[in-house]
């Protein structure tokens, strides 16, 4: 059911925990219940409850001494190499940090110096002072991303990037026609440049799109984040030796913003000195991701 449950959002947040909760408090009841009486008469004597208590008070204790991660239950950490690019030009570069539990990210970097050594964090560093990543970032994750509970970004650099990317991915238009009812159909074609790992390619469209060739052309629910326009979600996977082509129709001359994330599992070497950086209870999700924008 996921944080927001079946429904939008605030609803979404309470009805999945209300029926959880019941279901299972139901079975907790069904395999419990019979054994109510003969630990009623046991806690009726207040020895063994004051034992309880005290045994819960220095378990407690004891547990928040502990370091709360391991080898075998690690901290899991996403690390998103970002390059803005134009589809032809690199803009700027960043690493991108996201965190889903409740430890933040300040924890983690205090934890971990060489990896703060390598995104040029003193010793003083907290959230206070922190960047935070916008929701456009992590659009190739979507919806997976709004579950993260800190996103924080750092600067990248992109000086020997082309020694790794020689040709970026990028979106082009090929034709466009418009119909007496005045229906624009624009004729595109995605070209995911010298990306050799592809992981999914994610398309964010906004404005007056009325159709495209995906689906039977059928558009699905748009999706709405942090009240901004509708946008429609295509999401398309692996690589091909070939471009994507493909067409959207738009139901006046309004134009078509299409935002991109494309990405790819291979990274860089700076990428990979820093996600080496961490300490072997860190488990690091690490990809690069290429996003540019366009207007048709």
């Given amino acids: 059911m996921g944080m927001f449950g079946a429904v939008p959002e605030p609803y979404g947040y309470f009805v999945s925990d209300i029926i959880v909760g019941s279901v ?3 079975i907790v009841g069904l395999c419990v219940g019979p054994l109510i009486p003969i630990v ?3 806690l009726s ?3 063994p409850l004051q034992l309880l208590v005290q045994l819960s008070v220095v378990a407690m204790a004891l547990s928040s001494q502990f370091f709360p991660y391991s080898v075998d239950a690690p901290k899991r950490l996403i690390l998103q190499h970002t390059f803005q690019t134009t589809g032809n030009y690199f803009l700027h570069s960043s690493y991108d940090l996201g965190n889903a539990d409740a430890n933040t990210l300040s924890f983690v ?3 971990a110096p060489e990896a703060a050594k390598q995104l040029n964090i003193g010793p003083m560093f907290n959230k206070e002072g922190a960047n935070y990543s916008d929701e456009r970032t992590f659009m190739g994750l979507y919806p ?3 579950l993260f509970s800190q996103k ?4 990248g650099a992109t000086e020997d990037i082309f020694e790794h990317y020689h040709n970026l991915p990028r979106l082009f238009m090929t034709e466009e026609t418009t119909s007496s009812s005045h229906i624009r159909r624009v004729h595109l074609e995605l070209d995911v440049g010298s990306l ?4 999914v390619a994610v398309l964010n469209i906004t404005g007056p799109l009325a159709s495209w060739s995906f689906s039977e052309k059928e558009l699905p629910v748009p999706e709405q984040v942090n009240g901004g326009p509708l946008s429609y979600i295509l999401r398309l996977s692996g690589s091909s030796s070939e471009n994507w082509k493909f067409w959207v129709e738009a139901s006046s001359f309004e134009a078509l913003n299409i935002d991109i994330a494309v990405m790819d599992q291979r990274l860089d070497k700076r990428a990979i000195k820093l996600k080496q950086c961490f300490p072997p209870w860190v488990d690091v999700i690490a990809y690069s991701s290429f996003l540019s924008s366009y207007v048709f």
């Fill in 24 to 26: 299972t408090g139901i």
């Fill in 40 to 42: 009623g008469s046991w």
């Fill in 45 to 47: 004597n207040p020895v």
């Fill in 109 to 111: 970097l205090k934890n």
């Fill in 144 to 146: 997976i991303s709004r």
């Fill in 152 to 155: 924080l970004t750092f600067p």
């Fill in 196 to 199: 050799q790992e592809v992981w």
